[in-house]
């Protein structure tokens, strides 16, 4: 939440003037949908905090953030793990099918 000058992210409460290095990271949840990531450094301690993929962060920051996109791999054991999931599922669905 916004007010002003002062941020508030759950528990935790900046005033703007304070916040220095601002990031809006945009990351792929799904090939199609982005969440966002602000990171930046509030006397000398580095903060991040994620929103929603739906949450507009920029529109409602005080202050100017460099946008920046990631990129998020996977591990192999992460594609074998998803490539055995997405066919168990298939072979369950043409199972029920049948």
């Not at 916040?19 to 903060?47: C, K, N, Q």
């Not at 993929?53 to 192999?76: D, G, I, Q, T």
Request: net charge negative.
């Amino acid at each position: 939440m916004v007010d002003g000058t002062t941020i508030r992210l759950n528990d935790w409460e900046f005033r703007a003037d304070d916040v220095a290095d601002p990031i809006v990271w945009r990351l792929p949840v799904f090939w199609f949908w982005r969440m966002s990531t602000l990171e930046f450094h509030s006397d000398g301690v580095p903060y991040q905090f994620g929103f929603n993929p739906w949450a507009k962060v920029l529109e409602h920051l005080p202050f100017e953030c460099e946008l920046r996109e990631a990129r998020v791999a996977y591990s192999p054991f992460s594609i074998v793990l998803r490539v055995m999931l997405w066919t168990a599922l298939l072979l369950w669905l043409i199972s029920e099918l049948n």
